[in-house]
C-alpha cells in the first residue's frame, strides 16, 4: 500500500513515518485473517499502539496538515478518532471490571464468602460485551480492501483497521469458550471451591 497525494510538498512515501504506517497497517491486515488467541490478541494491541503513534507523529507535519485541510476531510477524520476514543474508552471499562472481578473472587474464596459478587460482575461485563457489539456502528466495521487513493484515505483505513482489532479483542473476551483466558476460573468451578471450603468448615 502507498500514499498517493496531490501536494509535491508532502513527505515522498519513502518517509520513514510513512512507511511504517503503510508496515503497521499491512501486518494488521494480515493478523486478521489467522486465528484469533489471546496471544495474537495482545500482540496486536501493541501493533495499534505503535501505529498510533507513527500517525500522531504524522499528522504533526505541516505539509500533512495543509494537505488534510486543503480535501476537506479534517472533520471526518476527526469524527472517526472520536468514534475510537469511545471504542477504547469502552475496552479500558470491560478490562476494568475484569480485573476487579477477579480481585473479588479471589477474596470471597479466601475468606470463605459466597460467590455472587463475582458471578453479577461477570454477567455485567458479558452483558457489556453483547450490547457493544450489536449496536457497534458500520463506519469501521470492515476495511477497504483498495489501496489508498490520497492521504485521508490511507488515514481512514488506518481507523478501520483499529477499529476491527478493538472488535476481535472484544469480541474474542466475549466468547464464552475463550473466557477462560480473560477470567481465572468459570462460575461453575467458583461454586464448586466455594461448596467444599463451606463443607470443610467446623
Not at 504524522?58 to 471526518?76: C, G, T, Y
Request: one cysteine or more; proline letters at 2%.
Amino acid at each position: 500500500m502507498a500514499f498517493h497525494v496531490r501536494s509535491n510538498s508532502l513527505p515522498s512515501k519513502s518517509h520513514p513515518v510513512i512507511a511504517n504506517v503503510e508496515d503497521h497497517i499491512c501486518r494488521l491486515k494480515s493478523s486478521q485473517e489467522a486465528s484469533v488467541s489471546a496471544s495474537s490478541i495482545c500482540t496486536n494491541l501493541a501493533s495499534l499502539r505503535d501505529l498510533h503513534e507513527d500517525i500522531n507523529n504524522l499528522i504533526q507535519l505541516p505539509s500533512v496538515q495543509k494537505a488534510l485541510i486543503d480535501e476537506n476531510r479534517a472533520n471526518e477524520l476527526l469524527d472517526g478518532s472520536l468514534e475510537l476514543v469511545n471504542i477504547c474508552g469502552i475496552a479500558r471499562d470491560i478490562i476494568l471490571l475484569t480485573n476487579e472481578s477477579v480481585e473479588e473472587l479471589e477474596s470471597s474464596l479466601r475468606r470463605n464468602r459466597g460467590i455472587d459478587t463475582y458471578m453479577n460482575s461477570r454477567k455485567k461485563i458479558e452483558k457489556m460485551v453483547r450490547k457493544w457489539i450489536k449496536n457497534l456502528k458500520s463506519t469501521f466495521d470492515q476495511c477497504s480492501t483498495n489501496k489508498a487513493s490520497n492521504l485521508a484515505s490511507a488515514l481512514k483505513e488506518a481507523q478501520a483497521i483499529s477499529f476491527s482489532v478493538l472488535k476481535s479483542a472484544l469480541k474474542f473476551l466475549h466468547q464464552s469458550k475463550k473466557l477462560g483466558h480473560w477470567f481465572p476460573i468459570s462460575v461453575d468451578q467458583a461454586m464448586s471451591i466455594h461448596r467444599q471450603k463451606k463443607n470443610c468448615m467446623p
